[in-house]
């Protein structure tokens, strides 16, 4: 279709109106699509096309490169030189129970590995700070004897009537 399309002599040709030129270019730029450079560089000398006051030089100038780039994408279709989609899924081993943080460590990417020790490191200097705390250090010694059985005996008191 593409190769359809193009006009190798546009810019000796001159177009009957702006209507013909945009539709021309309205089927032409979608089929550029499959290269992202190609599709904004059309786009962009497009656009440059409709300024109204440019020398006759300017304008065949600007065709001349809108057929260079729909020549090249045709040349880059016909020998199956566009790249191919690049698929975003990436196939994750299943992970099963020999897999454990230590696997994880061995195999994750250096850039993995320090952010994890880090992450470790961290967690190890708050817990010192806060043991180091006298408040955390009250807090832990109350949750700890709340969670040991008692050896308290209970004390009973009677009312006795008269005192």
């Known amino acids: 279709m593409l190769k359809e399309l193009r006009r190798p002599n546009m810019a000796n040709e001159s177009w009957k109106s702006h209507e013909e030129f945009a539709e021309w270019?309205?089927?032409?730029?979608?089929?550029?699509?499959f290269n992202s450079i190609y599709h904004?560089?059309?786009q962009e000398?497009?656009?440059k096309t409709l300024i109204r006051g440019l020398s006759s030089?300017?304008?065949?100038?600007?065709?001349?490169?809108?057929?260079?780039?729909?020549?090249?994408?045709?040349?880059?279709?016909?020998?199956?030189?566009?790249?191919?989609?690049?698929?975003?899924?990436?196939?994750?081993?299943?992970?099963?129970?020999e897999h454990g943080l230590w696997w994880f460590f061995l195999h994750c990417k250096s850039g993995t590995?320090?952010?994890?020790?880090g992450l470790l490191g961290s967690i190890f200097l708050?817990?010192?700070?806060?043991?180091?705390?006298?408040?955390?250090?009250?807090?832990y010694n109350l949750v700890k004897s709340s969670t040991t059985p008692s050896t308290n005996q209970i004390v009973t008191t009677t009312n006795t009537p008269g005192k």
């Open 57 to 97: 030089d300017m304008y065949v100038n600007l065709l001349s490169q809108l057929d260079s780039i729909v020549a090249q994408a045709i040349t880059e279709l016909e020998h199956d030189l566009a790249p191919k989609p690049v698929s975003k899924q990436v196939a994750v081993p299943m992970l099963t129970e």
């Open 25 to 33: 270019q309205a089927k032409v730029t979608p089929l550029l699509n």
């Open 126 to 139: 708050l817990g010192l700070a806060l043991g180091s705390n006298k408040f955390f250090m009250q807090l």
């Open 45 to 47: 000398i497009a656009s």
């Open 113 to 117: 590995r320090l952010k994890f020790l």
């Open 40 to 42: 904004r560089s059309f």
